[in-house]
């Protein structure tokens, strides 16, 4: 008989694991207490036991899923015996399966009317029983999601863990798997409904049971029956009566067909305790069609510069906040209606009777056909007018092509949809690697890197081409960290951008409101220059991240954070109150081209080497590709700048206020060194790095800011992080 294995508990107040890597294999055989995977969470990386001796018939739960405590990952029984899903779960399913075969072999006519009914009883041979696809949780205080498209269909077969819809919410876009392998038997919720955490919102049989449509035809067939689309004919003798009859009957009508109803775009939530922003640029302007998730505005507050997406697909009808205007958190700053709905400057032009389905079918027509001829008409001429285009142009050419992503390609997440359009890649002509063929962001990725190689290959012959420009006086200028497009602001005067304005405000408020000094000491880092190249590459093939210096830094200082609360800590002047933080939040200073932008790693006390690495490459790529949420940039408690990165050997970092403290890390450089060996100096060359520490002293005095320093110091020269390494 087969024995369900559950996730086990992992811990008090654990609520969940994350599968890292199954041992065994479907069809191996194990013993009762030998290993069957590797479970993670952020407490702990464990291993799972079998609990009996068995065949392992089924693996319900891939490597990386989350798997919530309790919940079924795999079933292990007898040799030759079926998985649970094929056989039934117990001996009662298995003595009504032959009833059930029955049932299912009695012609259809005689069974279309009961089958709805019969369904739980065929649930032993897979055409019956169903399970719930409830709402999922979508983050902390969000109780509910907004479902933007479904990627299956009634009578669709899902495997466990194949997307099946796509839900958005003010914080995040996200997709829900399929919780179990079958067939969709019913959808309970459209798109664009708004669906509260938990609600059901589908329904998925067995693998081989009848999606809900065929359940019942005859069923369907007496509902369609005076539910008949009327013929042309009709609609015409129906339009022939009176006028406003026919106005007020083919409103609605035509509200489905894309032509009516606005949907008010809302500024949304911007982070916590931020109630407005401010619209620094509209991307899309009025008339303008957008799809879903497509960039409509840039909007700015005093913590991050942020796109705002459509909330839905259509043509921009009206827009109700200007640049630079300030809004506030739910106000409606645009309206967007059905796809070819006319912008409301334009309705209110030439304001006209609703059209007819019949007048609306041809004028989609005769407006459908021009668009597909003009890419042809535009395209030659183009062709022939630039037949000595250099190698040059041809590379500016191709980086600029806009692809028309919007129509019907193979479902991408909207990350990829933008990253097709950014390098200009055809979804159309990819193949995707993900499951189901789906294409994923190393898809687009690959294909650009290919496009771009012809183009590489050119630029060599078109350096030599414009060689003779480059004698001068400034043919033997160094180049090395020179960015070629600041040059274009010699001579000039421009506004700064919103992310300049707040730093050059900041930092003035902060030195006016905080008593800062630094406190710099010198860190021999040499053991973990050895320990990571010893292990660098062993990291990056195990968990797909490399181990950065920054990371050891940032983990030393989470720690000696926990035990130095007095520098973890926050100073009110007004209150004479000074608060001890429960959570070591470290932001950790980015380079932009839009500016310096500082997201945080919460809760950094609690997480491992390994995570807090990921995480640091995770937000530097966020926020290098306006990709960062409001939440991501608010809640530091404390900051780490990578100073070094440039070169830097000392510097003295400016803290942010509340904040009573930064950390700099200087550049790592070979040099002589005297040390102490068997009792003997010797010079020897060491890796060492300075580590300049601004402190707030109201809150840190200079002996507690050494003391700080020094815990860190120990850490790094100590560098016992192998076990950290989870190699």
């Known amino acids: 008989m087969a024995y369900s294995v559950e996730m086990p508990e992992l811990g008090e107040s654990v609520t969940e694991g994350t599968i890292t890597q199954w041992l065994k294999s479907v069809g191996d055989t194990v013993e009762a207490d030998e290993p069957l995977l590797e479970v993670s969470t952020d407490k702990v990386d464990t291993e799972i036991p079998s609990p009996v001796s ?67 009883a065929a649930s032993g041979s897979g055409s019956g029983s169903a399970t719930d696809v409830q709402m999922p949780e979508l983050g902390e205080s969000v109780t509910e999601g907004t479902i933007t498209q479904w990627l299956k269909s009634v009578g669709d077969t899902v495997e466990v863990d194949e997307p099946l819809l796509e839900v958005s919410t003010d914080k995040v876009d996200t997709e829900i798997p399929s919780p179990v392998a079958g067939t969709i038997v019913e959808i309970l919720a459209d798109e664009d409904d708004e669906v509260e955490v938990g609600a ?45 009859e026919t106005v007020e009957e083919a409103a609605p009508a035509a509200s489905g067909s894309g032509s009516g109803s606005a949907t008010d775009v809302q500024m ?47 043509t921009i ?45 041809e004028e989609k027509k005769a407006s459908e056909k021009p668009k597909q001829e003009a890419p042809k008409a535009e395209s030659a001429p183009a062709a022939e007018a630039t037949p000595a285009a250099s190698a040059g142009e041809a590379a500016e050419n191709a980086s600029s092509i806009k692809v028309n992503n919007s129509g019907n390609v193979p479902y991408v ?23 189901g063929g789906r294409i ?62 707040i730093t050059a405000a900041k930092m003035v408020e902060a030195l006016q409101t905080s008593a800062q000094l630094t406190h710099v000491q010198e860190v021999d880092m040499t053991r973990i220059w050895d320990l990571r190249k010893k292990n660098k590459q062993a990291f990056v093939d195990k968990h797909g991240a490399n181990p950065t210096f920054l990371g050891f830094i940032v983990k030393a200082t989470a720690e000696a954070l926990v035990s130095h609360p ?30 310096l932008l500082v997201p945080v790693i919460k809760k950094a006390q609690d997480k491992s080497l390994v995570e807090i ?62 040390m102490q060996i068997d009792g003997d100096d010797v010079i020897a060359i060491r890796q060492m790095c300075y580590l300049p520490f601004t402190y707030d002293h109201q809150i840190v005095d200079g002996a507690d800011a050494g003391r700080f320093v020094q815990t860190i110091k120990d850490r790094l020269e100590t560098a016992d992080f192998e076990a950290d390494l989870n190699l």
């Open 54 to 120: 068995g065949v392992l018939l089924e693996i319900k739960a891939e490597e990386d899923d989350e798997v919530e405590v309790g919940s079924v990952i795999a079933i292990i029984g007898e040799e030759g015996e079926a998985p649970a899903g094929d056989s039934g779960s117990n001996s009662s399913e298995q003595a009504e399966e032959p009833a059930a075969e029955e049932q299912s072999e009695a012609p259809a006519q005689e069974q279309s009317e009961d089958k709805p009914k019969a369904a739980p």
């Open 200 to 244: 059901v919102i589908a329904r998925i049989g067995d693998a081989d049971a009848a999606p809900a449509e065929k359940a019942a035809p005859a069923a369907e067939e007496k509902q369609a029956e005076p539910t008949e689309v009327p013929s042309e004919a009709a609609i015409e003798e129906a339009e022939s009566k009176d006028e406003n």
């Open 268 to 314: 949304p939530e911007l982070g916590e305790s931020v109630t407005e922003g401010t619209i620094t640029q509209w991307l899309k302007s009025v008339g303008d069609t957008v799809e879903v998730d497509e960039p409509l505005l840039e909007v700015s507050t005093d913590k991050v510069d942020t796109e705002i997406p459509s909330p839905v697909a259509g």
């Open 317 to 361: 009808v009206e827009i109700l906040a200007d640049e630079d205007d300030e809004v506030e958190v739910g106000a409606v700053i645009a309206r967007i209606g059905d796809a070819d709905a006319a912008p409301a400057e334009k309705a209110a032009e030439t304001p006209a009777p609703a059209p007819t389905k019949v007048e609306k079918k």
């Open 413 to 435: 997440t909207p990350l990829v949809r933008k990253l097709a359009e950014k390098h200009g890649v055809d979804l159309n002509s990819l193949t995707g690697t993900g499951v």
């Open 440 to 501: 994923r962001k190393q898809d687009v990725e690959a294909a650009a890197k290919a496009a771009s190689a012809p183009a590489e290959d050119a630029a060599p012959a078109a350096a030599e081409a414009t060689a003779p420009a480059q004698s001068g006086p400034r043919a033997r200028w160094s180049t090395r960290a020179v960015d070629p497009e600041k040059q274009e602001l010699i001579g000039t005067t421009q506004k700064v951008s919103r992310i300049r304005q």
């Open 566 to 595: 007095n520098v973890n800590a926050s100073y009110n002047a007004e209150t004479k109150e000074m608060t001890y933080h429960a959570d070591v939040n470290i932001g950790i200073a980015v380079d932009t081209p839009m500016g």
């Open 613 to 674: 690495v990921k995480e640091i490459g995770e937000l530097a790529d966020k926020a290098r590709n306006k990709r960062l949420a409001p939440d991501d940039l608010s809640g530091a408690t404390f900051t780490v700048t990578n100073i070094g990165s440039e070169g830097a050997l000392l510097d003295t970092p400016v803290l942010s206020p509340p904040q009573a403290g930064i950390l700099g890390t200087a550049a790592i450089e070979k040099r002589p060194v005297v």
